[in-house]
């Protein structure tokens, strides 16, 4: 019922700065968990930040002070602002919505970091 439509991926040199963007149809983000996971090529996919509906957020170790995790739950939106980016943030990166027990993904977005 929860169709994920992600955009903002792209290739940007070191120290640059992406905002990610995940629009929901279906979802009611004020009553879901929403979260950021990323999978590099040999990587297993990991979560990157994460936040309830009360506002309390997660993040990875690699990503604190440099990513921010962020709702607008008028426009059923999430939104993942990455600053300082560095080459080992390169990743596929995929929305998550977590509402009623049930967990919804989009189809990734790729992020590149290269210089």
């Known amino acids: 019922q929860v169709r994920l439509v992600e955009s903002g991926g792209g290739l940007v040199q070191p120290g640059g700065s992406l905002r990610l963007s995940c629009a929901a149809s279906g979802s009611n983000f004020g009553i879901a968990v929403m979260g950021w996971y990323r999978q590099a090529p040999d990587k297993q996919r990991e979560l990157v930040a994460s936040?309830?509906?009360?506002?309390?957020?997660n993040y990875a170790d690699s990503v604190k002070g440099r990513f921010t995790i962020s709702r607008d739950n008028a426009k059923k939106t999430v939104y993942l602002q990455m600053n300082g980016l560095k080459p080992e943030d390169t990743a596929v990166y995929y929305c998550?919505?977590?509402?009623?027990?049930?967990?919804?993904w989009g189809q990734g977005t790729q992020v590149t970091v290269s210089s």
């Open positions: 998550n919505v977590l509402r009623l027990g049930n967990s919804y």
């Open positions: 936040l309830t509906s009360r506002g309390d957020t």
